[in-house]
């Protein structure tokens, strides 16, 4: 069982829909992230929270909007995406963001764009 | 800039028999080296990670890799597979950047076991 879950699992949508995923995290870690990943390739880093602050915003385009209202959840809205946004959405955290530390990964939402 | 390499993109290998996944690394700084797995639908998990110290690791599931730092390589490593290890395996690297930390992944290695 992992120990961040995320919600949806699995999410289709149009262009022109607004929709949020979810993160969250019971393990008092203090910094998450965002990351996007397509079909057999490597997680690509999104977003890095720090702290409940953006730390790190990888030039990700506008329609994409993060969240982190406390320590333990991370939402990431989304509005108006492109066919090409179609992709499995990981959440990671990790205890403070110091380098030496391993990230623990949920399961991903599997978003696809109509 | 830190960078990884996975050169294979597939290993297929016959149950109970023992498989190396290389991966190769550069960075400017100090080194922080992880292998992820990733099972079918799910996220990664953490298999193993090399910070410091002695440079034979051994993680989860009768996985060990070894740090050379001549070589830049952090192969991983297990001398009998079995069919639950196929899964894609991801070699990484964490460093600090601005204050927070980057973790740069490797392409993966899809590993399939035969029966």
């Known amino acids: 069982d992992t120990e961040v879950t995320q919600t949806p699992k699995h999410l289709v949508m149009g262009m022109t829909n607004k929709k949020s995923l979810k993160c969250e995290q019971h393990m008092g870690h203090r910094a998450m992230y965002w990351y996007k990943q397509k079909a057999k390739k490597p997680p690509e880093l999104m977003f890095v929270y720090s702290y409940e602050k953006l730390s790190i915003n990888e030039s990700v385009p506008s329609r994409f909007s993060p969240e982190c209202p406390n320590s333990s959840l991370l939402n990431l809205h989304l509005h108006a995406l492109q066919p090409e946004d179609s992709a499995l959405y990981l959440c990671?955290?990790?205890?403070?963001?110091?380098?030496?530390?391993?990230?623990?990964f949920g399961d991903g939402t599997r978003l696809s764009i109509l | 800039a830190q960078s990884v390499t996975q050169l294979d993109s597939q290993v297929p290998v016959f149950e109970e028999a023992p498989v190396e996944l290389r991966c190769n690394y550069s960075?400017?700084?100090?080194?922080?080296l992880f292998w992820y797995v990733q099972y079918p639908n799910q996220g990664l998990q953490l298999l193993l990670k090399y910070l410091s110290g002695s440079t034979l690791v051994k993680g989860i599931n009768g996985f060990e890799a070894e740090f050379n730092k001549s070589q830049t390589s952090f192969h991983l490593r297990k001398p009998s597979v079995h069919i639950s290890d196929t899964a894609e395996y991801f070699c990484?690297?964490?460093?600090?950047?601005?204050?927070?930390?980057?973790?740069?992944f490797g392409t993966g290695t899809k590993l399939q076991v035969i029966p």
């Open positions: 990484a690297v964490s460093e600090v950047s601005g204050g927070y930390q980057k973790v740069t």
């Open positions: 990671a955290s990790s205890q403070d963001g110091r380098g030496y530390q391993p990230q623990h």
């Open positions: 960075s400017s700084v100090s080194v922080y």
